[in-house]
């Protein structure tokens, strides 16, 4: 026997989500339709009010309901420090350490030659044009320590440098509270390589 074809869509639907398989998808389902009706209609609501909605910033690339989102609409922000990461999640993580009061620009994705996600998927242009205003002074490279961020980091470093602007990466080390007792061989050498003078 068929199962109802609006319920075969939703599970469907739900796959889209990263890491959903086709059985969370299906539990995910009968959730929504068994116990949270009432979730399940807000959430219907928040994905088109959202998908209406939202579109990206022009100066940081970032989710924003407007042509220019508010950090970068600031005059409160030090527009000569451009900090570029790999997602929104990456830039809100940044900010909540308050020491960075310069602008971002998102890239939404990294080098991923495997999965054909290279310099054009990700609108290079669109961040070199960002990053070559005039007024930015260092961009900073906040993009992940993966293989991935990595290529990604490398590869605008030279972009970037080839448009005469001073580009830095941040420093790899133990996290705060780490022993090193506990922390694996490669970080504690990527902490020694990063070491700094102590003033
Ligand atoms: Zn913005």
Redesign the pocket.
Known sequence: MNAPEALTELIAALRCLPGVGPRSAQRMTYHLLQHDRGGAARLARALDVALGRLTH?A??N?F?ETE??A??ASSQRDAGQLCIVETPADLNRVEQTHLYHGLYYCLMGRIAPLRGVGPKELQFDKLIARACDGQVREVILATNFTNEGETTAHFLAERLRAHGLAVSRIARGLPVGGELEHADTGTIAQAFQARQPVV
Do not use: A
């Open positions: 910033c100066r940081c970032n924003s220019l989102c950090r970068c």
